[in-house]
């Protein structure tokens, strides 16, 4: 199959992944100094949270479990909205786990201290609204110290704590452009342990180039905004529509 930024190709990642790894989460990690293969799967939610809830429906048919980082303070969606906190509550409803995405640059001087209490805060933005226990964080534009770990949570586990990444690879696939190929491929090559992050704003039931894919979102969000999230027709939304990527 040819590797595009299709839903289609998406289910079929997935399910060649199925056949060999483990699908873990950041919270049900055991020891990796094995051999085992496994796959911990995420998305941050910079933008588009409705793709967000395709991806969630598609993994939870296939029986796979993965983690939504939901971003506070994303200039596209806004989880106090009654259409975005029934696509949250669906993404929970399928057995996925939610964590924050946490942008500190929208902080004015946020000491290392601080870091921990105003991730709590936001955190609890969490808790309360959907009743779960956010325990882990992925950053937004994270700042050197950040990737480089200096600042050491107590709470919250961090996509970037050593243990994510030392013994796994890491595959993103930012900006639409998977740096060491696609997943698949890395799959097929037996790989034998990775953390895969896709931000759903790129993939589609149709392949599109990053400016298209942007332009179409763009459209999408200022029609929902106008009309209602209730009226749109584009979600994956029948057993059909997803037993067909299932299938693809
Ligand atoms: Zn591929
Ligand atoms: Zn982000």
């Not at 199959?1 to 060999?20: D, P, R």
């Not at 997943?183 to 034998?192: F, M, Q």
Request: net charge positive; hydrophobic share 35%.
């Amino acid at each position: 199959m040819k590797c595009n930024f299709t839903y289609a190709h998406y289910g079929y990642i997935l399910k060649n992944a199925k056949e060999s790894y483990e699908f873990i989460t950041y919270n049900n990690i055991a020891s990796l100094n094995d051999s085992k293969k496994i796959i911990l799967l995420r998305h941050d939610i910079d933008m588009d949270i409705f793709n967000a809830l395709d991806m969630a429906r598609i993994e939870n048919e296939l029986g796979i479990k993965s983690t939504y980082f939901i971003f506070l303070r994303s200039p596209f969606y806004n989880i106090f909205d009654a259409d975005v906190k029934k696509i949250i509550n669906e993404i929970i409803d399928r057995d996925h786990e939610i964590g924050l995405h946490f942008d500190e640059t929208s902080y004015e001087n946020l000491s290392f201290n601080s870091f921990e209490k105003t991730i709590k805060n936001e955190a609890e933005v969490l808790n309360k609204e959907f009743g779960v226990d956010v325990k882990v964080v992925s950053f937004h534009r994270p700042s050197d110290s950040t990737k480089e770990n200096k600042i050491k949570l107590k709470n919250f586990k961090s996509t970037y704590d050593p243990i994510f990444f030392k013994q796994i690879k890491y595959l993103s696939d930012s900006r639409q452009f998977w740096k060491f190929g696609c997943p698949c491929r890395l799959i097929a090559e037996g790989e034998r342990k990775l953390q895969i992050l896709v931000h759903p704003v790129w993939w589609g039931i149709e392949d599109m180039p990053r400016e298209k894919r942007l332009n179409a979102f763009v459209n999408k969000i200022k029609d929902k905004s106008f009309s209602g999230f209730t009226n749109h027709t584009d979600f994956i939304k029948t057993e059909k529509d997803i037993r067909k990527i299932r299938e693809a």
